[in-house]
């Protein structure tokens, strides 16, 4: 089984920065791309930046120039640094993980539990 933990989240003024962090432990054989969702209350779960497993990454449009998504293989580690942040970014943040638990298996994805950002004067 595979077990993904996100931490980092808080409450930040306009402005403010904070550090997103998601770690996957458990059976892992090999880790494909990893990312961040949010999902503000009343809206849909939506992408929020993405990286591939050879760290070609993707962001969404809102977040461009202030949200750098990195990961650490080694660690089975992916972060988000948020910076600039705004009110419109206050939502749950859930980190995804597409994991391969065997050589042959094709990626199955895992998600964490969600950790809260609230930004706020």
């Known amino acids: 089984q595979v077990q993904v933990v996100e931490s980092g989240g808080g409450l930040v003024q306009p402005g403010g920065s904070l550090r997103l962090s998601c770690a996957a432990s458990g059976s892992i054989f090999s880790i494909n791309a990893m990312g961040w969702y949010r999902q503000a209350p009343g809206k849909e779960r939506e992408l929020v930046a993405s990286?591939?497993?050879?760290?070609?990454?993707n962001y969404r449009d809102s977040v461009k120039g202030r949200f750098t998504i990195s990961r650490d293989n080694a660690k089975n580690t992916v972060s988000l640094q948020m910076n600039s942040l705004k009110p419109e970014d206050t939502a749950v943040y859930y980190c995804?993980?597409?994991?391969?638990?065997?050589?042959?298996?094709?990626?199955?994805?895992?998600w964490g539990q969600g950790t809260q950002v609230t930004v706020s004067s």
């Open positions: 990286i591939s497993n050879g760290s070609s990454t």
């Open positions: 995804n993980v597409d994991v391969r638990l065997r050589p042959t298996w094709y990626p199955q994805r895992y």
